[in-house]
């Protein structure tokens, strides 16, 4: 055991360098697929639970692997779905329409689907078992476990896939047999005696996954993201309470070490991720709640919480000491999230994405599955490295999203951007829709204001026909723009903007200069020239779209407000500077219709 321990602690170090490798090579663009589809890749904690599931362990371990089945299933299916739906609309400009000209999707699909048909079909005549066949068990370990290898192959081209728009889906679909091998093999494997608990979960985690995935507007996708790492990580903790139940006698201090990083990382990634999922869909409230001494008594819990743990290493058949170290992971997953802000929960979700991980892994030590090791590792990297990006964007360090209740503390603002305030000019649609059409270029910058308003498709109807005028249009995306990785890509994706027009902030910031029009629709941080100048703002240091340098700005919002980081935003009384007051979407038709007129 201590051997097979070390071997995958090499295998877990191995994918995770080979993780950062090919996620650091997935484009921004792309970075809200590789959240979905990281998600769905570490669902293989499914085969797993399907073992403890289907296996004569007893009924406590059958229901615990039941609702392990239904979890993981549910990301799987719910998680590839919606990366393919997001990855169908990121189309260069020449692809769009190329579907109507081409055959009809399930015409094309055929060849595939005969193909995965065929395989199926090829593992279930290699695994069953037969009568007469002494070597059944043995060989089908055996082939199981080459078929993990394979399908962990297949899963890291599915990532590496992610590297472009172009193959993305591509290697989704490599990732997606990779699952479905490692699947239908595991059906097959030795020890499972019972199938009716695995249907049932797996039946239920489909129907809710496929609900999910199909149905899910796109602006709701960070909380299904928060949801779907809560259900990962209780699959973790309920197959580590079903395996600790089970061998509490016999286990030592090696082996008790992964389990125990099973049980508190996934109890406090399950509660946790709930927290956010429920303040991203406003179920609480989004603002930072805070109390006096909360830091103080979150780190005496989390000592608490690692004292119980190493007495464990030391005395794992204490099991009073087990069940009350996994209620208080529970505890500081939700005390861990109520201090952060709604705005700041995308950094927790790709945090929570990166724990997630790490308990997929610790359940591969616990069950010796080397694949879960592998995947779980993917996993931990790709949310680790996003949270940094994020930061890194956001110029504000972990332990100040973590722990500084951003968005609660009112800010006085000082410094020269409190006295830059002067006359703000708003201006008509109509008006707006002469300025437009003499403009030669426009640059578009959307920001969480085009989500709220769901302004998408009408900034992409009016982009079109500023083009059939011969007007070069432009979009500009900030790196944290909206409220997670990626997010103004994929909602003007499903507006069919070719991403070919979409620019990154390093890439398009030179152009503002020879802009004649900048037309920022609901994004004001990201805009904010305070991050330039004012040391006394909290935004200083972070990287902006440099929107001031065009000709003329025009400001599509509801009011005077601020954005997220609650500081007023010096651009709105710059001279160039001109607000179009309402609702995005509203002024967007009405602008449509003025420049129709
Ligand atoms: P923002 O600074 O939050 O500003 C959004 C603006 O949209 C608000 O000022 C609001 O003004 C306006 N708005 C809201 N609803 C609207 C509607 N229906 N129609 C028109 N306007 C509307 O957004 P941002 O410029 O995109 O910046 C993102 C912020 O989130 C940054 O501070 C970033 O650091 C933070 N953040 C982003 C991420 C990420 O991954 N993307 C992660 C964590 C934090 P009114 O209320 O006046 O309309």
Known sequence: MTSEIEIGLYIFILAGFLGYHVISRVPPLLHTPLMSATNAISGISLIGSLVVAGADYGPVSTLLGFIAVACSSTNVVGGFLITDRMLKMFKKEQDHGADRRGLRPWRRALPGLLILLAVVLALVFWFRPFHGDQAGPERRTMALKYLYILSAVLFILGLKGLSSPKYARRGMFLAEFGMLLAVVGTLFHPQIVNYLWITAGMLIGSVAGGTMGLQIPMTAVPQRTALSHSLGALAATLIGISEYARHRHELGGVEMTPLGFEVVIGGLTFTGSLMAAAKLQGLLPGAPITYKGQNASNFTLLAVMVSSLLCLIVVPSASPLFYLMVVLALLFGFLLVIPIGAADMPVVIALLNSYAGLADASMGFVLDNKIQIITGSLDGTSGFLLSLLMCRAMNRSAMNVLFGAFGKIEKEETGPAAEAKGTVRSIAPDELGVLLDSARS????????????????????????????????????????????????????????????????????????????????????????????????????????????????????????????????????????????????????????????
């Open 442 to 597: 426009v640059i578009v910058v959307p920001g969480y204001g085009m989500a709220v308003a769901q302004a998408q498709h009408a900034v992409s109807d009016l982009a079109k026909m500023l083009m059939k005028r011969g007007i070069d249009v432009k979009y500009a995306i900030h790196p944290v723009a909206g409220r997670m990785p990626g997010h103004m890509n994929v909602l003007l994706a499903e507006a069919n903007v070719p991403y070919d027009q979409l620019y990154e902030m390093e890439q398009i910031n030179p152009y503002f200069a020879e802009a004649d029009i900048a037309l920022v629709v609901g994004a004001n941080d990201v805009t904010n020239p305070a991050a330039r100048s004012n040391k006394a703002s909290p935004l200083y240091g972070m990287p902006i779209l440099e929107v001031d340098r065009a000709q003329a700005i025009i400001v599509l919002k509801r009011s005077m407000r601020p954005g997220f980081a609650g500081v007023d935003n010096e651009l709105y009384y710059n001279p160039k500077c001109m607000m179009l007051f309402g609702d995005a979407k509203d002024s967007l038709n009405k602008l449509f219709a003025a420049l129709k007129a």
